[in-house]
T-cell receptor, first 116, second 116 residues
């Protein structure tokens, strides 16, 4: 089964500084990868996804991620963070199930805390 | 596009009663819906997957008689927590997937269930 690993449970960063949230996935022939953001007591909002094509994926709110097949990574980056970026961030991989179904498998999440 | 509405956003119920949570896809047909449970400061745990018109597929360890899932139409899925107990208190989130979501998964805003 495919899986993702988020090594950093918390990432503190000062406002306007760059940030990188790490995500590594288990190797597979083809992989669909996602980054979601969750604000307190809310559902998940899609930041960006990689399906195929260009390895640099641009998302909403100034975030981008780079798919690196050789390092099996899909790290999320933002060049300059804002206080409003404080939230929980989840990396996820789409799994194809026997029988043709699919589901998302999530990492454990990274709490991004932006400080003044 | 691809909006999912989840209701209620929060509910408090007495121990032993049942609670129904609704998840609606507003502008697309959700051929598959997913129900997750999230404990504080933890990742999302998939409870079950439901395809329209079929019985839900439950993840290992999830009691299907306790967490009843119905997906009777392409735009509506419900999760009923039967005979709720305090240990069922949690944040429940639905997600929908369909032909128009471009391999993406759209999440509802979540339901905070508190059983007293």
């Amino acid at each position: 089964a495919q899986s993702v690993t988020q090594l950093d449970s918390q990432v503190p960063v000062f406002e306007e500084a760059p940030v990188e949230l790490r995500c590594n996935y288990s190797s597979s022939v083809s992989v669909y990868l996602f980054w979601y953001v969750q604000y307190p007591n809310q559902g998940l909002q899609l930041l960006l996804k990689y399906l195929s094509g260009s390895t640099l994926v641009k998302g909403i709110n100034g975030f981008e991620a780079e798919f690196n097949k050789s390092q099996t990574s899909f790290h999320l980056r933002k060049p300059s963070v804002h206080i409003s970026d404080t939230a929980e961030y989840f990396c996820a991989v789409r799994q194809i199930l026997t029988g043709g179904g699919n589901k998302l498998t999530f990492g454990t999440g990274t709490q991004l805390k932006v400080e003044l | 596009g691809a909006v999912v509405s989840q209701h209620p956003s929060w509910v408090i119920c007495k121990s032993g009663t049942s609670v129904k949570i609704e998840c609606r896809s507003l502008d697309f047909q959700a051929t598959t819906m997913f129900w997750y449970r999230q404990f504080p400061k933890q990742s999302l745990m998939l409870m079950a997957t439901s395809n329209e018109g079929s019985k839900a597929t439950y993840e290992q360890g999830v009691e299907k008689d306790k967490f009843l899932i119905n997906h009777a139409s392409l735009t509506l899925s419900t999760l009923t927590v039967t005979s709720a107990h305090p240990e069922d208190s949690s944040f429940y989130i639905c997600s929908a997937h369909g032909p128009k979501t471009n391999y993406g998964y759209t999440f509802g805003s979540g339901t905070r269930l508190t059983v007293v």
